[in-house]
């Protein structure tokens, strides 16, 4: 008995000592986010808080947003715009801002957008954040609400900086569970204009599936080059495209025609797509498909009952209003808040 009895107050111990002190992330530190001085581009800084309370750490982190910490850098919070408050949910975040939010220009709105979904989301417990302005819902350009946002809404381009971001409903085809057909899957999301949308589409392929759905790429696959010429993308994968994703069993043509499907019907100018491996297109696709030769659209891949209840990508996509429920349950007041220059709202940011 006595040895249980030491057991069970070790345990206490251990129970108090990590449940005490800072969320990892915060002993860490966090990426805040601030554009350039010329307003074309997002920049980062580390920042490690004090804050013991998550009222704190988003008084923190609010603050910091709107002071830069050396030159070069500018707070993503232009013109008059202020934070209003913010509210927390289960899983997601929702910050208000005052009603010049609507002022911004479209390259100020998204990266200020961006800037604040990439340095919330990484509070411990918050998946997603939500904008409202005036407690009312965020909408783009065409008046539609804008849904709840993580960091893989915003896509940055691997080579280099950001000079602003653009907007696109991505068209996705994955696996069917037997390796045969193709099931669809839409993905909104901003991407670094420094990128072509068709190297996006390909990255987003590698992910692999997050609504169902089997991968027909391997995550290892690296893309070594994306060009387009008189409508044909021409894409250049290293050798580990050529191998079978682990654990997926996918037919080869269902594999090349997720891509070749998703590009062309995501990217409009687009009427056909190549494939090379390691430079060569004189190849057979995983020893079966071969890849010398222009693959175009073609939706027979696409399961049956996908193409039945397939509207239009633009239809599909019309995202629900959000309720109250869904996002927020306490309310807190930030203080007085402002930033610099000024705008307006949209969906698409200028190249």
């Known amino acids: ?57 988003m008084d923190e982190l609010i603050e910091m947003m709107q002071q830069p910490p050396t030159t070069g850098f500018v707070s993503a919070l232009q013109g008059n715009v202020s934070v209003e408050g913010y509210e927390r949910g289960i899983d997601a975040l929702r910050i208000d801002f005052s009603k010049e939010y609507y002022d911004l220009g479209n390259t100020e709105e998204v990266l200020l957008r961006a800037a604040v979904v990439k340095t919330f989301s990484q509070i411990p417990g918050v998946t997603k954040v939500m904008i409202t302005v005036e407690k009312e819902q965020l909408c783009d350009a065409q008046g539609q609400p804008v849904p709840a946002m993580d960091a893989d809404s915003f896509i940055d381009t691997k080579e280099g900086g950001i000079n602003s971001y653009l907007y696109a409903k991505l068209a996705l085809y994955f696996s069917n569970e037997d390796g045969t057909q193709l099931v669809r899957e839409a993905r909104n999301l901003h991407y670094s204009s420094n990128m072509v949308l068709e190297r996006v589409v390909i990255e987003q392929l590698i992910e692999g599936p997050s609504e169902g759905g089997k991968a027909v790429l391997p995550e290892s696959t690296k893309i070594q080059s994306v060009s387009i010429k008189k409508g044909i993308c021409t894409v250049n994968f290293d050798s580990e495209a050529n191998k079978e994703p682990s654990e997926s069993m996918v037919d080869p043509r269902t594999a090349l025609y997720a891509i070749v499907d998703s590009i062309c019907e995501t990217c409009d100018e687009i009427t056909g797509v190549r494939f090379e491996v390691e430079g060569e297109s004189d190849v057979k696709f995983r020893q079966t498909v071969d890849l010398d030769q222009t693959f175009t659209m073609d939706r027979s891949y696409i399961e049956e009952a996908e193409l039945e209840t397939q509207t239009s990508l633009t239809e599909k996509e019309v995202p629900e209003t959000a309720t109250e429920d869904a996002v927020g349950i306490s309310e807190h007041t930030a203080g007085e808040e402002t930033g610099e220059t000024s705008p307006r709202t949209g969906g698409e940011t200028e190249a």
Do not use: H, W
Request: glycine fraction near 8%; charged fraction near 20%; charge should be neutral.
């Open 1 to 57: 008995m006595k040895k249980k009895g030491k057991f069970l107050l070790l345990l206490v111990m251990i129970f108090l000592l990590t449940g005490c002190g800072k969320a990892p992330q915060e002993e860490s530190g966090y990426t805040v986010y601030y554009v350039d001085t010329a307003g074309t581009r997002l920049m980062e800084s580390n920042y490690v808080p004090s804050a013991q309370t998550f009222d704190e750490l």
